[in-house]
């Protein structure tokens, strides 16, 4: 079983839609990282949280640390925010990030 | 706003070749990773370095594995006698502390024939 599962997969939006995607995990963490993969390969980070919520422009993203849950929101979502958005945490005295598969989303016009 | 770069962006090599795949952290980051991600499939963590040391490794990372950061400035991965599976894409990043986000490079795709 992997250790990060992020749900969908997949996701077709409609532009202007709001969007979720879930990440779950099963060790204990330091810290939870979004990650946005670009089509061209290239990965950016999003946001890193270890509690409660942060927002930067249109996107958010939660976690609940008992529940080992987080979510990425996207309000008003827009064809350029088609790419891959990968979970990934960092677990106790380790430097590595464990990575969910992502979850492919992409947005139409 | 100061980024990670690596060389080259496509390498193509012939089973059994070494390979160095190059990347420039941001200067004053002290932490560097190698990451993989074979076509397909989730990124893998393969070995983190702090202190001109690896503090890290994973299972990946076997004795046909290397880094080096020999100026200061370069962080390389170095790939003995390279197999097909070794085809992926890697992709270096760095943090200026331990627990801070992580910025990646634009990754450099490996293809062994």
């Known amino acids: 079983k992997n250790e990060v599962e992020q749900s969908p997969q997949n996701l077709t939006a409609q532009e202007g839609e709001f969007i979720t995607i879930n990440c779950s995990y099963s060790v204990g963490i330091s810290a939870l990282h979004w990650l946005q993969q670009h089509p061209g390969g290239g990965i950016v980070s999003l946001f890193m949280l270890s509690s409660g919520k942060k927002k930067h422009g249109r996107l958010i993203a939660t976690i609940n640390i008992q529940e080992k849950h987080s979510s990425l929101h996207i309000t008003a979502s827009h064809p350029r925010d088609s790419a891959v958005y990968i979970c990934a945490v960092n677990t106790f005295n380790t430097d590595k990030l464990i990575f969910g598969t992502g979850t492919r989303l992409q947005v139409f016009p | 706003e100061p980024e990670v770069t690596q060389t080259p962006s496509h390498q193509v090599t012939q089973m059994g070749q070494e390979v160095i795949l190059r990347c420039v952290p941001i200067s004053n980051h002290l932490y560097f990773y190698w990451y993989r991600q074979i076509l397909g499939q989730k990124v893998e963590f393969l070995v983190s370095?702090?202190?001109?040391?690896?503090?890290?490794k994973s299972e990946i990372f076997d004795d046909q594995f290397s880094v080096e950061r020999p100026d200061g400035s370069n962080f390389t991965l170095k790939i003995r006698s390279t197999k097909l599976e070794d085809s992926a894409m890697y992709f270096c990043?760095?943090?200026?502390?331990?627990?801070?986000?992580?910025?990646f490079g634009n990754g450099t795709r490996l293809t062994v024939t």
């Open positions: 370095f702090y202190n001109n040391e690896i503090s890290e």
């Open positions: 990043a760095s943090s200026g502390e331990r627990d801070s986000p992580l910025h």
